[in-house]
């Protein structure tokens, strides 16, 4: 008959049960040994005394072997837990060599962040770097959720593309068949492309790529995007409306799915989206950082402007969210659709930044649906229509108006749980000197 293994957190006491998991740590005394077990639930203490006959086998184990334990739970106040496994039986499933680095207990908190990418499949067995993991899966799952229920289709849109999505700039190039291809940096032409085929709601949670250079902790030359576009919108707000529905998802998908284990791992609780997300132009948030003293040359945000206007918002506002409108339209890209700033008179995108917590989220925006309009501001741009002239052509039948965002499911990750590097939100990190493992 087969074994029906119990998941930790489960264990109820009373119970004769049969987990099996990593050795985390194994203390043997003269009379008893004590063997904590991990499983991907959480921690419990195991207990075996000296005339039980595996006593023996018990001391020879080593730390993060696989064991499973044929025990009866009982309660114990002493524990932790307050439940401890009396052990019947164990079975060795895999015996574990020496650790070539410490993932848990002293010593282990000095594991440099180089050394921790090599070893990554033994820096996820750690309770903190599982719950990140965690984190992602319910962040992807509630932007589903958040979707779905309002006519929205789930795409799978290629990653191979014979022609850039954004620019020439921050490509992959690889040779195809003879010819050469480009890998994806994100959804956008095809998502239009959707729009155009009367799809009228589309999302996708999808690989992206981007050749770039940056040693930052905010930056990967690849990530999971959660893109999306909407047909038949009336005016961007509708577009910023959508995002801060799948915000509060996200948000308490994350909560209820691993609250618990954030603010013993983190610190972070009660996180929710409490009130709409406040909107400030671009020309009022020069303003404000003029007037705290923070200010750059750039027609746009700087880092540390963007801290700057987060830290304000949060403080004035109660916000950790900020939507900056009216970007520059020099500094957009040309599928944008262009407006006037009614403060300025200058051209602007309709468009915006998603900030939180001191950085840029994503860019959202209405985008331009007139097929002439489009052609004239992709000259503009200095683009040559031959290689986007299968995108355009979705413009000379009909094009709803619409627009979305594609937003970095990684990067909202470290910002929720406050990691101190975009690597720590991913599974495997992918920057410009690390392909393996």
Do not use: N
């Not at 009367?198 to 770039?212: I, K, N």
């Not at 997300?277 to 003029?290: H, N, S, V, W």
């Not at 749980?417 to 975009?422: E, T, V």
């Amino acid at each position: 008959m087969k074994k029906v293994r119990t998941h930790i957190a489960k264990i109820q006491s009373g119970e004769k049960i049969t987990i099996a998991g990593h050795v985390q740590t194994i203390r043997v005394q003269s009379s008893v040994a004590f063997i904590i077990i991990r499983d991907i639930t959480g921690t419990i203490q195991c207990v075996i005394e000296k005339i039980h006959p595996q006593f023996e086998i018990a001391k020879t184990i080593s730390v993060e072997s696989v064991l499973e334990i044929t025990g009866v739970a009982m309660e114990t106040p002493s524990v932790k837990s307050g439940i401890e496994i009396h052990i019947e039986t164990i079975t060795v499933l895999s015996a574990a060599e020496q650790l070539p680095i410490q993932i848990t207990g002293k010593g282990s908190e000095t594991v440099s962040s180089e050394v921790a990418q090599d070893w990554r499949f033994l820096t996820l067995r750690r309770e903190r770097d599982a719950t990140i993991m965690k984190t992602l899966s319910a962040i992807t799952t509630g932007y589903r959720e958040a979707l779905l229920p309002i006519g929205f289709t789930e795409i799978f849109t290629p990653k191979l593309m014979g022609t850039p999505s954004e620019s020439h700039a921050e490509l992959f190039k690889i040779e195809y068949f003879g010819g050469t291809a480009y890998l994806a940096q994100s959804a956008q032409l095809y998502k239009q492309m959707a729009i155009a085929s009367g799809l009228e709601r589309v999302f996708e949670v999808s690989p992206t790529f981007r050749a770039d250079p940056s040693f930052t902790t905010r930056h990967a030359t690849e990530f999971i995007t959660l893109e999306c576009e909407m047909g038949y919108i009336e005016s961007f707000d509708e577009v910023m409306e959508t995002l801060e529905r799948a915000i509060a998802y996200m948000l308490t998908a994350a909560r209820k799915a691993c609250g618990a284990e954030i603010k013993k791992h983190f610190g972070v609780e009660g996180f929710q989206l409490k009130r709409s997300i406040p909107r400030i132009t671009m020309y009022q948030a020069k303003k404000i950082l003029a007037g705290i003293g923070v200010t750059s040359d750039k027609e746009d945000l700087s880092p540390a402007e963007e801290r700057a206007i987060c830290e304000y918002v949060e403080k004035e506002m109660g916000s950790e969210f900020v939507y900056i409108t009216e970007y520059p339209w020099e500094s957009r890209p040309f599928y944008h659709k262009k407006g006037i700033s009614s403060e300025t008179g200058k051209p602007i995108s309709i468009s915006a930044d998603l900030l939180y917590k001191g950085i840029e989220l994503t860019t959202l925006a209405q985008r331009e649906e007139q097929y002439e309009t489009l052609c004239a501001q992709r000259a503009e741009k200095g683009l040559k229509q031959e290689g986007l002239q299968w995108y355009l052509d979705c413009f000379r039948f009909g094009m709803p108006p619409h627009g979305g965002w594609g937003m970095g499911s990684e990067r909202f990750v470290k910002q929720l749980l406050g990691l101190s590097s975009l690597r720590e939100a991913q599974f495997l990190f992918r920057g410009p000197t690390r392909l393996m493992p």
